[in-house]
C-alpha cells in the first residue's frame, strides 16, 4: 500500500507513546474506489480542516487512513469487556484505528477514528468491515445526538470504500471517520487492571485525567476523584438519554466511555412509545438493555470500572472497595437529581415546586403515556401547544382522553412556561422507520433523503413547515422495529 503524506493535517501519537501496551500501530486496508458520501462540514471547521481539502483525493484518502500525515502512528486499541455480563479479555479494536489526536480551535485534544478501515490483530473471526447502511446510520444518530446537546463521539465522515462486504447478503463497504474527546472505555481499564501491570493502569488513569478530568490530579485521592468524575459523567449521560428516549441497545463495558461520551451507534434506536421495556436490539433477548434497564446497568458497569481501579485507590484492598462502593453510591443520587430537573424542564415547571407536587405528577404522567402507548417525543411538543391554551393535540394523542385531561388540568394550574418547553423537547429525533427510508435510498445511491433527515435533526428544536413527516411517529404498519449488532 502507498502512504501519501497529509500536509494539510497534524495528527498526535500521544495515546501509542504513552500506552504501548494498549496499542498495536497498523495500518489500514487501502479501499479500491473510495467516494465520500457525507461529510459534517462544521465539524470539519471546528477541527481546522479545510472541508473542500477533504472532499478531495487527499482528504479522501486521509478519511480512510490510505494517507496517514508525518508523526501520527495509527494503532489499533486493546481493550476488554463485559459482553451482556460476560467478561472477554481482548476484544480490542478489531476493524477500527486510532489515526491520532488532533486539536480543535478551542485547544481541546479530540481522537481521529476509523471504524472499518480493516482487519486488526483483535479481529478474531471478524472481516474488519462496515457496511454503508450502519456507518451513515451512525453517522446521522451521532448527529442528531450531538445537536440535541447530548454527549457523543461524532462522524466526520462516510466514505464508501468500493469493496463489498460479505453479510447476509452482499453489501457496499465504508469506513466511517470518528472524532471523539478519546477512545478510552471501561474496558480499556478492565484489560489493563487484567495484564496485573499495576504501573499501566496507573499510566492509563494519568492519560484518563490529564485528557477527561484533570481536577481530580490535585484531589487529596486522584484515582478515587477519577472514578467519581466518571459516575458523574455517566450520570447526567444516561439522564440524558432517558429524558429523550434513546435505548442506546448495546451498552457492553467496552461501549461505555470515561470521558461520558456517547458511543458505538450499533443496535440503538429512539422509543416512539413510552414503555420502560423498549428493547429493539435483535440480540437482546433477556432486555439487558432496554430503556428502563439503562441507568441500573450504568451502574453495574461503573461498578467493574472501580473494580479495575481497586489497586491504585489504596493499599489495603478492603479499604479500597470501601472507598469505590461509597463512590459509586454517588451514582443513583446524581442520576436521580439529574432525571429529576429534567423532567421538570420538560414540563416547563417553574423553579422552586416542592418533590412532593412534582414526583407524584411525574409519575401518573408516566403511566398514562405507558398504558395509552403515547408517542414520547410528539407527546412533550403537544404539551407545550396545550400550555399555550390549546390542549387538544395533546389529549388526542391518548385514547381515553378523560383520565388525561384531570392531569392536565393539574399541571396547567402549576403555570407552565411554553418557550422553556420547546428549547428542551425535540420536534425532530432520527425516528428508526425514517433512518431506514433514508439508508435504503443511499443504498440506491439516493443520498437525497439522507440529507433531508439530517436537515431536519441537525436542528431539532425548531419546528419548521414542511417537515411534518419528520416530527410524526412511524405508520402501524411499520411493525415491531428490530436492529442489528455487528453489522
Ligand atoms: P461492537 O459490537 O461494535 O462494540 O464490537 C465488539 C467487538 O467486536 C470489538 O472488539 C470490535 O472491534 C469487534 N468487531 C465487530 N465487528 C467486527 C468485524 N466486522 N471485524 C472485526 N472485528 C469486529
Ligand atoms: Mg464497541
Not at 486499541?77 to 455480563?85: E, L
Not at 450499533?266 to 414503555?275: H, K, N, Q, V
Not at 467493574?304 to 461509597?326: G, I, M
Not at 422553556?420 to 425516528?431: E, G, K, L, S, T
Request: negative net charge.
Amino acid at each position: 500500500m502507498s502512504i501519501a503524506p497529509a500536509p494539510a493535517v497534524t495528527l498526535g501519537n500521544r495515546f501509542a507513546r504513552e500506552l504501548p501496551e494498549m496499542a498495536v500501530p497498523w495500518q489500514a486496508a487501502e479501499p479500491p474506489e473510495p467516494r465520500l458520501l457525507v461529510l459534517d462540514e462544521p465539524l470539519a471547521g471546528e477541527l481546522g480542516l479545510d472541508p473542500a481539502w477533504l472532499r478531495g483525493p487527499d482528504g479522501v484518502r486521509l478519511l480512510v487512513g490510505a494517507a496517514v500525515p508525518g508523526g501520527a502512528t495509527p494503532v489499533a486499541q486493546a481493550y476488554a469487556g463485559h459482553q451482556f455480563g460476560g467478561f472477554v479479555p481482548r476484544l480490542g479494536d478489531g476493524r477500527a484505528l486510532l489515526l491520532g489526536e488532533l486539536v480543535d480551535g478551542g485547544g481541546r485534544v479530540l481522537d481521529l477514528h476509523l471504524k472499518g478501515s480493516g482487519r486488526t490483530p483483535f479481529a478474531r473471526g471478524g472481516d474488519g468491515l462496515a457496511a454503508v447502511g450502519p456507518m451513515l446510520r451512525e453517522y446521522v444518530v451521532s448527529r442528531a445526538m450531538h445537536a440535541l446537546g447530548i454527549p457523543t463521539t461524532r462522524s466526520l465522515a462516510v466514505v464508501a470504500t468500493g469493496r463489498t462486504v460479505r453479510r447476509e447478503t452482499p453489501l457496499p463497504g465504508a469506513v466511517l471517520a470518528r472524532v471523539a474527546g478519546s477512545h478510552l472505555r471501561v474496558g480499556s481499564f478492565q484489560y489493563a487492571r487484567a495484564t496485573g501491570d499495576a504501573d499501566l493502569l496507573r499510566r492509563l488513569a494519568d492519560h484518563a485525567i490529564d485528557r477527561h478530568h484533570r481536577p481530580a490530579a490535585g484531589a487529596e485521592r486522584p484515582y478515587l476523584a477519577l472514578f467519581e468524575a466518571v459516575v458523574a459523567a455517566q450520570a447526567a449521560l444516561v439522564a440524558r438519554w432517558m429524558l429523550v428516549g434513546f435505548v442506546h441497545g448495546v451498552m457492553n463495558t467496552d461501549n461505555m466511555t470515561i470521558s461520558g461520551e456517547t458511543i458505538d451507534y450499533g443496535p440503538c434506536a429512539f422509543m416512539e412509545a413510552f414503555d420502560p421495556a423498549a428493547v429493539y436490539s435483535s440480540i437482546d433477548h433477556g432486555g439487558r438493555y432496554a430503556y428502563g434497564n439503562q441507568p441500573a446497568v450504568a451502574e453495574w458497569n461503573l461498578a467493574r470500572l472501580a473494580e479495575s481501579l481497586l489497586p491504585l485507590l489504596d493499599d489495603d484492598q478492603e479499604r479500597a472497595v470501601a472507598l469505590a462502593t461509597e463512590s459509586l453510591g454517588g451514582f443513583r443520587t446524581r442520576f436521580d437529581a439529574a432525571l429529576s430537573s429534567g423532567r421538570r424542564a420538560k414540563l416547563g415547571l417553574p423553579g422552586g415546586l416542592a418533590d412532593a407536587v412534582v414526583g407524584p405528577l411525574v409519575e401518573e404522567l408516566l403511566a398514562l403515556l405507558h398504558a395509552g402507548r403515547v408517542d414520547h417525543t410528539s407527546f412533550f411538543r403537544a404539551l407545550a401547544v396545550a400550555a399555550r391554551g390549546d390542549a387538544g393535540p395533546a389529549r388526542r394523542l391518548f385514547t381515553d382522553s378523560a383520565a388525561v385531561g384531570d392531569w392536565l388540568a393539574r399541571w396547567l394550574a402549576l403555570g407552565p412556561d411554553a418557550d422553556a418547553m420547546d428549547r428542551v423537547n425535540p420536534v425532530y429525533i432520527p425516528r428508526n422507520h425514517l433512518v431506514e427510508d433514508a439508508l435504503a435510498a443511499a443504498a440506491e445511491d439516493d443520498l437525497e433523503e439522507l440529507r433531508r433527515l439530517l436537515g431536519a435533526v441537525t436542528a431539532p428544536f425548531d419546528e419548521r413547515t414542511g417537515l411534518e413527516r419528520y416530527a410524526a411517529p412511524a405508520p402501524p404498519d411499520f411493525g415491531d422495529y428490530r436492529t442489528f449488532c455487528g453489522t
